[in-house]
């Protein structure tokens, strides 16, 4: 079976899930919606690019809708917009809020009969599911995420909206020493300083100041008052050629005991050269378990929780139970 | 709701399971079948211990019987005797033999109308979950599995079946240079002996030839003629001391590419105090989840890759998506 996906929203992670199709060739992109005029947009396939618009009436012809937008403004509005009309994904990383987006789409996609699954990426997504095995299986134990070496938008944005700064990009970095204690089963309580450090690397203004502008940052509240900070000032072609990819990854620990004593510790970890790409992939796995569970009959949101792990898989059960058990 | 579960088979893993039900709320373990006489069975808990014949009716009430036994004979004859009388849960762990346990133990549980697992643990179990997520995530790329540091039954069962050996047990560890270099992401080829090596510690029967024994370990085909292997002769008494624990653990990792080059590595590792008091803890989880399925209609067979992830968790849907997310 094949199934068709479109993507609606073509920034990073648009151009992600059109590289990862070309990996799946049990997945064919049928198309790609644009907000913005269609003849602008160029793609790197040769995939049909639409108007969004064309996607109101709800009779594309597509099995799962994936939804590429930001979770601030675009996915709370499009998600549940779409829910009621397509199978939808997405990939809404607002932690606080995913109990109310859930709500709201899944309100659309009962309506609808559809099946719409928010949240997959690896956090949430893969982290979260790390998490959920880990605390079912070890109930008393103490759970650790350590995020990096990765570049934090919100955090270079931060930085950007500083006066005086031209261009700028931010690194998260574990601590390598709370996560070793992690690792020994030491079972720390770490602060926030304890766990990440953060690193900047700053394109000024022509005639701003340095040193307030190294103030500014370190001083930030939420962002950086709690972290140790290192600055760098450097030139724009220094940040273009040496920090313009976008890795990211991270750590999911969990150290536990059983009722003997004896400890155990579960690590989950990820190491990405791009995060929009890895997270586009996660998608394009979970597009496929949407199309089965719709083809089942199934509607109404899911999360990564919801879905049995072969679903994932272009392989059938048979061949997963010979081959990867 | 409260599961009742049981056991049969009282050894490592069953007292793990007996273990495992103190650490969660919901679970009520209701009973302990042997097929030894019940009198001479001292258990930990306040738990009946009864007779295995007890269960062929298929009259007790047990929502889950939780299968403790061996892989070589006991598991391939008991979990098709009780799958079509009992929802039941296996750690069947001969990874070529599970396609035909899969289908034995499916016709008996869809005759029967039951849910039955196999192969619950962590290798197979949480290793072959790490695999299959792994690998629909980046299907380009690499699997790489190491095992241990930890004892290894088999290959300690082995060195005792050698002529002047009184008592043994072997190590599996993982060769750290082969590790780092996969984690690396140079995507090495590796043979058995640039993977894994095997330490032995040996109590010889007094007047045994050690240099003898030494040859035979190291030159016994399959187990130990294709690594580098290191024996040590120790007296029973510090074997017993310094050897008697039962770790285990391992890494799982995946190294891949999305289409433009791009790579990234998964890796998922378990270090553990004691290998049956873990898998126990696995299995008391999939219990949960089996009765869950079973209270859903479900029959027949599955695998942990049929399993949604939140039928594990004693929480509800909601309270997941808002804390494990």
Known sequence: MTTKIAILGYGNLGRGVEMAVTQNDDIELVGIYTRRDPATVKVASATPVLPAAQLDAGTEDIDVLIICGGSATDLPKLTPAYAGKYNVIDSFDTHANIPAHFAAVDAAAREGGKVALISAGWDPGLFSLARLYANS???????????????????????????????????????????????????????????????????????ADAAAVAEAIINMPNYFDEYDVTVNFISQEELNEQHSAMPHGGFVLRSGATASGNQHLIEYSLKLDSNPEFTSSVLVAYARAIARLA???????????????????????????????
Do not use: M
Not at 140 to 152: H, V
Not at 164 to 176: L, N, S
Not at 185 to 199: A, D, I, S, V
């Open 295 to 325: 083809a089942a009959g199934k509607s109404g949101a899911c999360t990564v929780f919801d879905v049995p792990p072969a679903l994932l898989s272009p392989y059938q059960p048979d061949y997963l139970r010979a081959h990867f058990l």
């Open 137 to 207: 299986i070890l109930p008393q134990g103490n759970d650790y995420t350590f995020w990096g070496k990765g570049i934090s938008q919100g955090h270079s944005d931060a930085i950007r909206r500083i006066p005086g700064v031209r261009d700028a990009k931010q690194y998260t970095i574990p601590v390598p020493e709370a996560l070793e204690a992690v690792r020994r089963g030491e079972n720390p309580q770490l602060t926030t300083r304890e766990k990440h450090t953060r690193e900047c690397f700053v394109v000024l203004e022509e005639g």
